[in-house]
């Protein structure tokens, strides 16, 4: 499971990095904005600038990476 606190240190480095979390199913969401992700105890919301959103149970996070490396 990915810890919440890893992915809110992410999210809040300065300046933000884009990233990418892959789940342990291959999907695949990208964050642009750190402001659209809600990181809970054992999930996480993201939502989009076109009105869709997910909802991820963080023991289904299988990496984060940098979309800057992508």
Do not use: W
């Not at 342990?24 to 919301?45: E, Q």
């Amino acid at each position: 499971m990915m810890n919440p606190d890893d992915l809110h240190n992410l999210l809040k480095k300065q300046p933000f990095d884009p990233i990418r979390i892959k789940l342990s199913n291959g999907d695949a969401h990208d964050v642009r904005d750190p402001d659209l992700v809600v990181v809970m105890k054992t999930k996480m919301f993201i939502a989009f600038p076109d009105d869709r959103f997910v909802l991820l149970p963080l023991r289904h996070v299988a990496s984060v990476e940098s979309l800057q490396a992508a």
